[in-house]
């Protein structure tokens, strides 16, 4: 079993930039793929960036691209979203995954590909 808890979402102007972080309890993180993924009220799960297990390949939604950051630290098993010149649009819930079953040294894109989930924090943007 692995445990996630995100924290860092808030209330944020256009703009302006926020932090998200996701520590992981349990099993060995520092061998997993992780992602974010986002959720807007009435709008599908959508990923936002992917990162493989020792930070090296990532990957981002051209929605981000150029704005959003995501790194690791495995020493403190934790992943770190840094989001920029936020819009009104990235206002959110947004969830971390990690990817524990069997994995390439690679990152992963869909929601399918990942085994366990954070509970999500909240972001919101003020225009």
């Known amino acids: 079993q692995v445990q996630l808890v995100e924290s860092g979402g808030g209330l944020v102007q256009a703009g302006g930039s926020l932090r998200l972080s996701c520590v992981a309890s349990?099993?060995?993180?520092?061998?997993?793929?992780v992602g974010w993924f986002r959720q807007a009220p009435g709008k599908d799960l959508e990923i936002v960036a992917a990162i493989n297990w020792n930070g090296d390949s990532t990957s981002y939604a051209d929605f981000v691209k150029g704005r959003f950051t995501l790194s690791r630290d495995n020493a403190k098993n934790t992943a770190y979203l840094r989001m920029n010149s936020l819009k009104p649009e990235d206002a959110a819930v947004y969830y971390c995954?990690?990817?524990?079953?069997?994995?390439?040294?690679?990152?992963?894109?869909?929601?399918?590909?990942?085994?366990?989930w954070g509970r999500g924090t909240q972001v919101t943007v003020s225009s």
């Open positions: 349990g099993r060995t993180f520092s061998s997993y793929p």
């Open positions: 995954a990690v990817r524990a079953r069997e994995h390439l040294d690679y990152y992963y894109s869909r929601k399918e590909d990942y085994d366990y």
